[in-house]
Every structure is written in structure tokens, then in C-alpha cells.
């Protein structure tokens, strides 16, 4: 927990170090006055704590102070994306996940001009993202435009392989924290988290389902890898104990020894 | 074998092994009071032969460039077949030996036994200190994980805050202005060769000049009166009852509390362009550390354990007052008791920062 804390502390100080040098966020923070608005969100955003500043997503001259430079479009200052220009904006990074997203019933209506439909920002926020669960998908959340229960549906389905994938990313850690590599582990489990978590975009659960049953295998195997460290685990502190049984009953003969010889001596006295 | 008794024979007319084991072993008389404090030295042997070994062993693999060296150690303790134990020993023992060395210190303070004519003992020992925690420092960085470039960074930078030479003096440590291959390459041959031949010429002449002087008794007894016992088998057994707790102690670090020595940082390939969140040095460090923090200017903190350094170095010289007097026994024992207090509350303080 500490040491949560104190990572965050740390990004927190180097990012508002890089935000000092960040005209956006000096500006717009002026300008918002006692808020709200994205520059108040922004310190509250997981971007914002990973150090991505403004000008990495909307463009402009982060290092110069005259709003004239700073959001000149013809050098590359985007500005604020319309609705629909939010997936591609968004997937300049989270490339895998626009492309899940444009295969949904979200992105369809989106494209189709329903108004209100989803993009990015409707259930992420556009400057207060937060690590993901599967707790985004709520009633909350969902219920802004329609009713659960498919919604409940899909979170059910995915709920079993986001707890198998948690337990075994925190028996990989242990692992990996013991001294033992599991770098090749780590990127598998990498991949499988990627493959399950776009699906979340997908919204069908009849591709869903699918596509879990084709990363299981995948998993297991990563399962099987990490079963065989954490044995190896085990077994090192069995030979462990057997060391320190063996070193603990030389120190018992020794000492004895060292009291036996004594006893002439102490009796003397 | 009717062979063998003329060829030893025959070696030890020319070398006289039976004469030194008889000398140094079971002629040699040592007080019969000598406590488990006493055995501390013994300890400081074992974990130096366990080092010089273990190093010897890690160095079949050990590659010191910044861009294998990660890779070297990962491979020693992932594929050479009990590498791990070779390399977690070597790490391991590394604190026991700190923790040893402090020990022995620091039972030699409390009975006053670098009085005397044991001052150079207590120099000799001193110099000792310093060497171990020199190759802890140095052997610290050869991983080139994050903790160790970045504690590297932190510790070397101190040196920087002295006005004038600090400059120059964090260049001439480190080769480049930044911790680098250069600085790599200079902590590797201090820490496989300087340090180590070092450590062994100055246990040399410890051991030396504890053979002139002879241990000190115990309990203010008078030497010529105390009853004595032959340090073979007598004293040797107690002094192997202490080296298997030692092992005992290194095994339960190895086994039960890797982090002690491996925490998240330790197991990540440098990375200069990242600082981690919270770089700190290892325990024996911690109240160094604390120290230059609570100290408003850094120099100022530098040349205030420097002071403490000095001292503690000629205190010999400057311990002269009566035993007897109760008066200057009683302003002894406070003052190393808050001492001792006060550096154990400073490396608290400083892991709890």
C-alpha cells in the first residue's frame, strides 16, 4: 500500500513537473478559475499519472505561452474532437480497442447519428480515466443510454476469466518478486489481458464467448508455466529448510561440545 | 598407508605445519570467559571466505557491461544449475557480514577493548568497516538493475555537494558525469579485486596484532590471573556454534525474505530515463541517509559524519580517562548508548521515510 502510495506521489511530482513546462495546462487551469473543467480533471487522470501530456492526444506547442502558437492548427493543433473523430483520436494509442469498438453496436449507432451513442469518453471520461475493471460495466454506466441486463449479460461472461487472469497475474508477481524470471509469463499474460479486454468493446456476446473460449488454452498454458515456478518455488524452500534443520543441529553439537569441554574448567572455578 | 606418514613427515620438517596448528590452535591460550560476542570475529571470516568464493563463482558468468550485465545475472540465477543459491548466498551474506562487522564494533566499544594496547586492532578494524561497506556500495551497482543505478546515482551525487572539488570528485568516481559503463568498469575491479585484497591484508595484520596483544579478558579480570582454556577445541566449537546460526540467519534472508536484498526495483534492467518512486539504500546506509536529509545543507551533513568518523577512528586516543572513575564511566556509557540509539533510530526513521 505504501508503496502505491508513494509511486503515485512520485508520478504526481513528475508530472507536475512536466505540467510546468505545459502552457495547456497553465492556461487552461487560469482560465477554468475554481473549476470545474479538464484541466481541474486532468491530475485525477491515470494519463496524467503515466505522464502523457496534453499535446499528446490534441497536438499544439505545449512550450509556448501565446495561445496563438500554442493551438495554431496549421501546426498540427487538433483541438477538441467531434464526437465521432473521438475513437480515432483515442486510438492513436489503444489502437486494438478502436478497432473493436468500430466493429459495435456502439460505434454503429455513433456512425449512423443516433444521438446520444457512445464513444470513448462516454463510460472512460475524457480527462479523468482510470485503470479499467470490469466494474465500469454497471448499472450507472450503461443505464446513461439503455437499459443492463445485456450489458449484465456480457459482464458475466467475462467475469470468470478477468478473476482467472487477476489470480494468476498475483501468483506471477509473488513469483517474479521471489527472484525467479517470469518475464516470458509476464508477456504471455500481457497478450491474453489485451485479447480479453478489447472484447469489452465487441458488446456481442456471441463473439465474446468465442473468442474466451479461444484464449482459455493460452491461459491454461500460462497457468501451467507459472504452476511449474511456483513449484520450483517450493521445492528451493524445502531444500532451504533442510539446510537450515542441518545447520541448526551443528550449532546444538557445537555448542554441546563447547559446554562438555568447559565443565573441567567451570567446575575449577 | 606405510607411504604417507614419511611424505607428511618430510613436508613438515620443511614447513612446520605441526608447529603453526600447535602455535595457533591447541597451544594457543584464550581467556575461558570469552562470550558469544567474542565469536564475532570468527563469523567476520566465514562470511568473508563465503564471499570471496560465491564472487569467485558468480564471476564464471558475470559479464560487467551495462548492456549484459542484467542479462548475465538473470541467467545465473535462472539457468546455471543453482546459480540462484550461489548468487543469493553472495547477496545475502553481504548483510550478515554488515551486520556482523557492526556487531563486533560495537561490542568492542561497549567493553572498551581498543584500549590500550589494543589501538591498532581497533584502527585495523575500523579500516575494515569502511572496506565492507566499500564493496557493498560497489558490489550494489554490478546487477545494473534500476535500484542499482539509481542508489548509485543518489550515493555518488553526495559527493557533488562538496563546494569546489565536489564537481570533479563525483567525475573522478563515477568516469562520466553520469553513472555509466565507465563507472561500471571501475565499480567492478574495486569490487572483485582493490576491495577483497584489501579486506585480506587488513584481516591480515587484525589477526596480527590480536595475536601480540592477546584478547581482551572479559569482565575487567586480570590477565595474568584469568584461567585460560586452549582456543582448539575449547573455543573454536563455540565460535562453529555461532557460525551455524550465522548460516542459519543468511538461509532464513535467502528463503523467507528475498526482498531484503531483491525488492521490485532490484529485478528491472536499468533505465536512466526512468527514476523509479522510491529509491533508498540498504539498511546499513539508512541512517547515513537519513542523516544528510534531516540536515539542512548536504555538505554540512557530509562533514558532521565525517567528525563522527574521525572520532570513532582515534577514539583510542581519546578514550585515556581512569576505568575506575565512575564519573567519566558514566559520561562514557551514555553517550554510546545514545549514539548506538540514536543511529539505530536514524536507520528507522530513514526506512520509514
Known sequence: MKRTIAAICLALLLSTAANAQNSCYKCHLQNEGSGPGPAHDWPTSIHFRNGIACADCHGGNPRSDDPLVAMNRARGFLGKPSPTQVPNFCGKCHEAIRDNYLESAHAKALFAGVRPAPNCVTCHTAHRQQKVTLDLINPQTCGQCHSYDRAARLKEAMGGMEKDLTSLSKEERRIFLNGIDTEEEQKALFDVRNRVHRLTHVLDINKILPELAAVRPDLNRVQHEVDLKQKELEDRRHQGNILMGLFFVGAIAAYATHKKLMEPHTREK | MPIIRPVLNWIDERLRIHAIIRATLTEYMVPANLTLWHTLGFVLVTCFVIQVVTGMLLLVYYVPDTGRAFDTVKFITNKVPYGWLIRDLHAMTSHVFVLAIFLHMASTLWMRAYRTPRELQWITGMILLGLVLAAGLSGYLLPWSQLSYWATTVATNAAGSIPRIGHTLVLWIRGTPNVSQYTLGRFFAMHVSIIPFSILAVIGMHLLFLRL?????????????????????????????????????????????????????????????????????????????????????????????????????????????????????????????????????????????
Open chain 2, 213 to 353: 596483544t592477546g584478547i581482551a579478558v572479559p569482565g575487567g579480570e586480570d590477565k595474568a590471573t584469568v584461567r585460560k582454556v586452549p582456543f582448539f577445541p575449547h573455543m573454536v566449537t563455540k565460535e562453529l556454534a555461532s557460525v551455524f546460526g550465522t548460516l542459519i540467519l543468511v538461509n532464513l534472508l535467502i528463503f523467507y525474505f528475498p526482498q531484503v536484498n531483491f525488492p521490485e526495483d532490484a529485478l528491472i534492467p536499468a533505465n536512466p530515463l526512468e527514476t523509479p518512486a522510491h529509491i533508498k539504500p540498504h539498511w546499513y546506509f539508512l541512517a547515513n541517509y537519513q542523516f544528510l536529509k534531516i540536515v539542512p545543507n548536504e555538505f554540512l551533513g557530509i562533514i558532521l559524519q565525517v567528525i563522527v568518523g574521525v572520532v570513532l577512528f582515534f577514539l583510542p586516543f581519546l578514550d585515556r580517562g581512569k576505568k575506575s572513575s565512575r564519573l567519566y564511566d558514566g559520561v562514557f556509557y551514555t553517550v554510546v548508548t545514545l549514539a548506538i540509539l540514536g543511529y539505530i533510530g536514524l536507520m528507522v526513521w530513514g526506512y520509514y521515510s
